[in-house]
T-cell receptor, first 114, second 109 residues
Framework: EAQVTQNPRYLITVTGKKLTVTCSQN?????MSWYRQDPGLGLRQIYY???????DKGDVPEGYKVSRKEKRNFPLILESPSPNQTSLYFC?????????????FGNGTRLTVT | EDKVVQSPLSLVVHEGDTVTLNCSYE??????LLWYKQEKKAPTFLFML????IEKKSGRLSSILDKKELFSILNITATQTGDSAVYLC?????????FGTGTRLTIIP
């Protein structure tokens, strides 16, 4: 089944304790991206990657890191989480060939930083 | 700054009614406009529109894009309780999907 898989689904942590949210897709998509969703603010892009070893900042990159060492994986790293990073996070991927294609989302990771 | 504005913010109708959701956008490098449905989990894809005036239709749902006037609408006819969700409009340009804040649709049985 074609899908984007995020882990964990739920995470509660404390301020300053480094964490990684994993994201993997099995559709051979070149493009991958991370979003956070907050009430009243909608979905906002954190980082995106056009292909392996190519990453760039989105609208809200502060406090986050990403890497794209393999085509299928795009982990999101919070080196020193803070309470304002409590949010619902989505990983997504898409094909970037000559035809337009929609973004496919993972099931989300709900992060709480205390 | 690129932005997407959806209206109304919320809508409550009775089962069987027809609804129209609106999306207007201001972008610098438009490539496509997308509609998603979000229930309690990840957004699920509904439509993608890339050409002006093209209508996409799937069952009771349809959407049209007006690139000249910079808006799109999503229509749902004969609504059912399973249509209750947040409907998100987004455009893809400058290598990212920019979302509106959504319209929360509630269908009363």
């Amino acid at each position: 089944e074609a899908q984007v898989t995020q882990n964990p689904r739920y995470l509660i942590t404390v301020t300053g304790k480094k964490l990684t949210v994993t994201c993997s897709q099995n559709m051979n998509h070149e493009y991958m991206s991370w979003y956070r969703q907050d009430p009243g603010l909608g979905l906002r892009q954190i980082y995106y990657s056009m292909n392996v070893e190519v990453t760039d900042k989105g609208d809200v990159p502060e406090g986050y890191k990403v890497s794209r060492k393999e085509k299928r994986n795009f982990p999101l790293i919070l080196e020193s989480p803070s309470p304002n990073q409590t949010s619902l996070y989505f990983c997504a991927s898409k094909y970037t060939g000559t035809r337009s294609s929609p973004l496919h989302f993972g099931n989300g990771t709900r992060l709480t930083v205390t | 700054e690129d932005k997407v504005v959806q209206s109304p913010l919320s809508l409550v109708v009775h089962e069987g009614d027809t609804v129209t959701l609106n999306c207007s956008y201001e972008v610098t490098n438009f490539r496509s406009l997308l509609w998603y449905k979000q229930e309690k989990k990840a957004p699920t894809f509904l439509f993608m529109l890339t050409s002006s005036g093209i209508e996409k239709k799937s069952g009771r749902l349809s959407s049209i894009l007006d690139k000249k006037e910079l808006f799109s609408i999503l229509n749902i006819t004969a609504t059912q309780t399973g249509d209750s969700a947040v409907y998100l409009c987004a455009y893809f340009g400058n290598e990212k999907l920019t979302f509106g804040t959504g319209t929360r649709l509630t269908i009363i049985p």
